[in-house]
């Protein structure tokens, strides 16, 4: 996609490149899962639905900007304090998508406190 080239900035298409749904961020929520243990490209593309063709380029982008570490042929995310904060996000939103359900089915117009029950029970706390 052509940009222009005046108002273009590294951190405009870094942002781009690290969207939800991208390679680089498929790859990175999968390594931010286990932050202690190293995999292989091909241990990676197993758990990832990404084309084995693309795994080592991404990963070598993600190493160009300090995200991930290698040894020999082994890759694990990088540790670093962004890094901290990504894992958190992506284990937040892991729980959040495991756990929505057990609310979805309940009718909160029936659960809720009568806003005259509420009021009862403040009089109640300040009358001891």
Avoid: C
């Avoid at 982008?61 to 890094?83: G, M, N, P, Q, S």
């Amino acid at each position: 996609m052509p940009v222009d080239f005046d108002e273009y900035t590294e951190s405009e298409e870094y942002d781009h490149w690290l969207r939800p749904g991208s390679n680089a961020h498929t790859i990175l929520s999968f390594l931010a899962e286990y932050p202690d243990q190293g995999f292989t490209p091909t241990e990676i593309q197993a758990e990832v639905d990404i084309p084995m063709g693309s795994i080592g380029p991404t990963l070598q982008r993600l190493e160009e900007r300090d995200l991930v570490r290698h040894k020999d042929t082994y890759w694990a995310i990088a540790e670093d304090d962004r890094i901290t904060g990504f894992e958190s996000t992506i284990n937040s939103v892991r729980a959040v998508s495991e756990h929505d359900d057990e609310w979805g089915d309940i009718d909160w117009d029936t659960e809720a406190a009568d806003k005259s029950e509420i009021e009862s029970w403040r009089e109640s706390q300040t009358d001891e």
